[in-house]
């Protein structure tokens, strides 16, 4: 198969291009980073170098494949983050439509049942409209909860200050996911065949942020590691000092009280996986560890 795979050699992107590269698949991968095109072409894989805002340049590079995997990077420098995302999806859906690519499987989270009190998620929740306006091509949305990897920001917190936390409680409860589990999914369905639009939800180990704390803080020497809840002005304090720019902390911390009401994953309880990712957080918690101590 011809596979077209948009996040360059991202935490998805970088494991899925390798797999479908080990299978055998012909894969062109997007970036808008020209420098990133030699480590593109290292996996074995096509380098497509332009912008996911232009539908020229993707209905030029979708067409003729048989299938592709969609996703909105992150925009810390968006004004507004949801326009950025609605603007990202409606350019995948015209070049979609003008391709004629038949198979799309897109990125999208838990909690994009919902088109409001979710942060970032809100804007995905838009572009799976989009994506599930379109005729003629069947759709797959990867539902994926809270990477992972998100802790090693918490990594200069616990070193300066022996405490890791947001605004939600340590009794929470926590759905999580490795970008692997993710990548290993994605590259099941490009790689079978599904009809219309659907959801896949993909979940690693579910549990909750001061278990998260404790497992850890075992690892990285330090048992006994508190998970602190902040309020939303401490989180939005410690966000800014960290210098994420005021439209995403006004998400994250937005998306924070969600995971604090359980709001979030009220459609994935209706939905659950047969089969989930298999990257426990114990497994996890060696590679935190790792990254903490290098």
């Known amino acids: 198969m011809k596979i077209?795979?948009?996040?360059?050699?991202?935490?998805?992107?970088?494991?899925l291009t390798q797999t479908l590269i080990a299978a055998g698949h012909n894969v062109t991968v997007i970036s808008s980073n020209a420098d990133k095109a030699a480590e593109i072409e290292s996996l074995?894989?096509?380098?497509?170098?332009?912008?996911l805002a232009d539908a020229d340049f993707l209905t030029q590079t979708f067409t003729g494949?048989?299938?592709l995997y969609a996703m909105v990077p992150p925009s810390f420098s968006a004004e507004s983050l949801r326009a950025y995302q609605n603007e990202t999806g409606k350019s995948y859906a015209e070049a979609i439509k003008r391709s004629g690519i038949k198979k799309v499987v897109a990125l999208s989270s838990i909690g994009a049942h919902l088109d409001s009190g979710v942060g970032p998620i809100k804007g995905i929740h838009d572009v799976e409209g989009i994506l599930s306006?379109?005729?003629g091509a069947a759709v797959k949305f990867i539902r994926a909860p809270?990477?992972?990897?998100?802790?090693?920001?918490?990594?200069p917190l616990i070193k300066h200050q022996g405490i890791i936390g947001s605004n939600y409680p340590a009794d929470a409860?926590?759905?999580?996911?490795?970008?692997?589990?993710?990548a290993a999914a994605i590259a099941e369905e490009l790689q079978q065949d599904f009809a219309g639009k659907s959801v896949r939800y993909i979940v690693s180990d579910e549990s909750t942020p001061g278990d998260v704390?404790?497992?850890l803080g075992e690892a990285i020497g330090k048992p006994g590691l508190p998970w602190i809840e902040f309020t939303d002005e401490q989180l939005a304090e410690g966000l800014q000092q960290a210098g994420v720019p005021p439209e995403m902390t006004r998400n994250f911390v937005e998306m924070g009280t969600a995971v604090k009401s359980g709001k979030i994953w009220e459609d994935y309880d209706k939905h659950k996986?047969?089969?989930?990712?298999?990257?426990?957080?114990q497994d996890f918690a060696k590679e935190f560890a790792e990254v903490y101590n290098a």
């Open 4 to 15: 077209i795979v948009t996040g360059s050699t991202g935490n998805i992107s970088k494991p």
């Open 44 to 51: 074995g894989a096509k380098a497509a170098i332009g912008s």
């Open 65 to 67: 494949p048989d299938a």
């Open 133 to 135: 306006g379109l005729d």
């Open 146 to 155: 809270f990477f992972y990897i998100n802790f090693f920001s918490n990594i």
């Open 173 to 182: 409860r926590l759905i999580m996911v490795h970008p692997k589990d993710i």
């Open 213 to 215: 704390a404790a497992v």
């Open 273 to 281: 996986p047969a089969v989930s990712g298999k990257v426990s957080l």
